[in-house]
């Protein structure tokens, strides 16, 4: 009796976070713009996507900028850390206290703080919100993701394991390539995935922080949902949702398959 | 023989507190020498001082005649066991025992010989393709130690590489570490809290304690000639009570007067004499100068090991006869089995 | 010990944290404090409390959603963390997927369900009920932002949840205890980190949007987030005003989070690393 009232109530969670995403899936299929009533099937919206230039190179434009910013905020976060897990433990403290600001403020500050600093560099330096005020803006909303992805990983590291790598001949930076980034490697990869996740998700920064040259696909969708109804948004909606399940299933496979691994490994032991 | 490293005036400070003072040590070439002592006395942060971890605050280090205080580990002809092994997890057991010479960019060629040598001498041939994680505490030991010598270094630093190895493991590593030392004739540091290893395994033995020397010397001389109650109780149980020297050759513990062996300290000098339980010989009381009440009987072995309450103090005998708990028993040694030393500024028990 | 060290690793990061978080917030405090020819000033200040009805509405709806976020999560988090560890996976990314698309998009769905057109008065419809107005109202907004930050309660709690060592409910059992007392005398202080860094993380993105509030509830329900907003980049430009309403809810978050964190101290680092 429990357990069938539990699985009422998993269900009904679960149809309520599923039941809007569902509905535009299947609204994206209607030959109208009706979002109440189905009056037969069509890819049209789906035609019109792909043919919407401003759709296209605003999700070019999200894509470059998350990739250019992810891989900027991975190389200078991962260094980052492993700069503060040599400090001394108040200073240490004091920069992953301000490391985190970002990702526990809301991010309508964020933005609206960058929005103020870049006013005022734009005022002296004679340069425009753009391409470059959105990717700083994204490098510092996705640094400390990679920062407290990599410190944990380097905190677990065997400190001796570096020691090793000097003592074998290893200069400082030979040692941190050959040793200590294959140890750290999972932490800078998930914070790196993280950092593209955020990135491409991003609407409240890049709404403060972006100008009228450069959009990102957020910011496109944003002004389209303010105008009309649109359907190729349900269109859109549905392609993201597949990408979405597919990038989670193909993870989870791979997670599940190292798990497999590893916990026969143990057993071979 | 020629010293291969001297440290002089060796002074290392951490947050105001000294965990070096002043310490002059001289390896000699192609010696198993062993740091001996408790936790915090210096003996790994001496050992990191040699492989060049740590810069002291003041002092020197030479090596072969050059003063070497300011060189990166990466440029010493120095390698390091480390405590935990310190084994690169990514990577399997031949390209961890490669990897110093991977560095060197030496041709594969080379390296795959110099491996295959290492393999063999620590016992591991077939385990090239192995994941380090998946071996035993005793073979990643062997991995460690092989990554070490595949360099030829001149001198090896071992820290504690034996800590997390179980008791038997623990005597046959020591063994083949011994084995090892002797076929590549080279000098070994060795950093170790266990007295018996200590003994067994080396040729020198560095006493070491709150950053300083204690003394210096061969196994023998250490057990036999402890030059303070420190020393003689760290190396082996001891019973060690205060005296003072009458004169040569006769010193006074518990208000009785014993023959010695020892001499040179002022009359009247206040001394701690040690006596080693398996140095006590039982005896019938009418027969000892000093008596006692047997407190606890426990049956060791080769041996029975006695606690005796004896003029307010508890003694510690070794017999191979037991004697029963309540009984009084008396109690004897000879001359040379009473180790006369100077009092430590600290009274110990 | 001194060591051979690279802290100036952290060199690069250090200018960028400081140009790019530290000077951008004291900008926020310079323009709070200052009027437009940069004199200093209170009266950005005392212009937010004409706004306090606005604060207050957002720390309602804020509040109630993130109340109704925790009755929901607690069960479900608890009914996952005693499922199978296999299920639990693959449950847990049913849960969490709908978070992954943007929520733009998933708030736009909601805009196509309620509207007074929408599908859910066109099903009423059906029954001879309605039409009723729920596109444009405060529960609408609530209803969003449940929505979209639920996950954000899930997850911390779930993932404390899941740490609970399942010997010491036995242990509990063990005692004495059925299992609402197992419930109340165990796991419910044992998952308080998890809840506390949950309320956190749902009430903070609540009581800021601005786009859930413009979607849903219209124009008649301002929230914070759209006073900020249109300061900034709506008509009525006046940025000083803004960093002062800016100024003002962190202050108001900050206190929040320092009672927040007496809670749940140890966990809520390893809760934001998880999601």
Known sequence: MKKILGKIYIALVLMFLYIPIFVMIVFSFNTTKSRTVMSGFTFDWYIKLFNNELIMSSLRNTIIIAVIASVLATVLGTFAAVGISRMKKIPRMIITNITTIPMINPDIITGVSLMLLFVFFAARMNFEFGFVTLVIAHITFDVPYVIMNVLPKLNQMDPNLHEAALDLGCSPMMAFRKVVLPEIMPGVLSGFLMSVTFSLDDFVVSYFTSGATSQTLPITIYSMTRRKVSPEINALSTIIFIVVVIVLVVKNIITTRNLKLTSEGERND | ?349 | MKGISSKAAAAPYLIWMAVFIVVPLIMVAYFAFTDESGAFTLDNLANVAQYSNIFIRSIWLAAISTVICLVIAYPLSYMLSGMKAHTQSTMLMIVMLPMWMNFLLRTYAWMAILGNNGLLNTLLGFFGLGPYKLLNTQGAVVLGMVYNYIPFMILPIYSVMVKIDKSVIEAARDLGCNSVNVLFRVILPLSFPGVASGITMVFVPAISTFIISRMLGGGGNLLVGDLIEMQFLGNSYNPNLGAAISFVLMVILLLIMTIMNQFGEDDTENDRVLM
């Open chain 2, 1 to 349: 023989m020629n010293n291969i490293v001297s440290l002089r005036d060796i002074t290392v400070e951490f947050d105001d507190e000294k965990i070096l003072d002043s310490i002059d040590l001289d390896i000699k070439d192609k010696e198993f020498i062993t740091l001996l002592g408790p936790s915090g006395c210096g003996k790994t942060t001496t050992l990191r001082i040699i492989g060049g971890f740590l810069t002291p605050n003041s002092g020197k280090v030479i090596f072969d005649g050059k003063e070497i205080t300011n060189v990166p580990p990466y440029k010493r002809n120095v390698n390091t066991v480390f405590q935990r092994y310190a084994l690169f997890p990514h990577l399997n057991v031949f390209d961890n025992i490669a990897f110093g010479l991977r560095v060197q960019k030496l041709p594969e060629k080379e390296i795959i010989r110099r491996v295959g040598e290492m393999l063999e001498l620590v016992n591991l041939m077939g385990y090239e393709k192995r994941s380090v994680n998946k071996l035993s505490g005793g073979q990643q030991q062997r991995v460690a130690i092989a990554r070490a010598l595949v360099n030829r270094p001149r001198l090896l630093l071992l820290d504690e590489p034996l800590g997390a190895l179980d008791l038997k493991l623990r005597k046959e590593m020591q063994i083949e570490l011994k084995r090892i030392q002797k076929s590549m004739e080279i000098t070994f540091v060795f950093v170790t809290h266990d007295q018996e290893e200590a003994l067994t395994m080396s040729d020198t033995v560095v006493v070491m304690k709150g950053g300083h020397i204690q003394q210096i010397g061969s196994p023998i001389d250490i057990y036999n000639e402890p030059v303070n109650s420190f020393v003689a109780d760290f190396i082996g149980e001891s019973n060690i009570v205060s005296g003072a020297m009458i004169r040569d050759r006769e010193v006074e513990i518990l208000g009785r007067r014993f023959e010695c062996v020892d001499g040179g300290f002022g009359a009247n000098e206040h001394v701690d004499v040690v006596i080693r339980p398996e140095d006590i010989k039982v005896s019938a009381p009418s027969e000892a100068k000093l008596t006692g009440i047997v407190e606890s009987t426990i049956f060791k072995g080769v041996h029975y090991e006695m606690i005796v309450d004896a003029c307010d103090g508890k003694w510690k005998i070794q017999s191979t006869k037991a004697v029963e708990p309540g009984q009084e028993i008396g109690m004897r040694f000879d001359p040379e089995d009473l180790h006369i030393m100077k009092k430590m500024e600290e009274h110990r028990r």
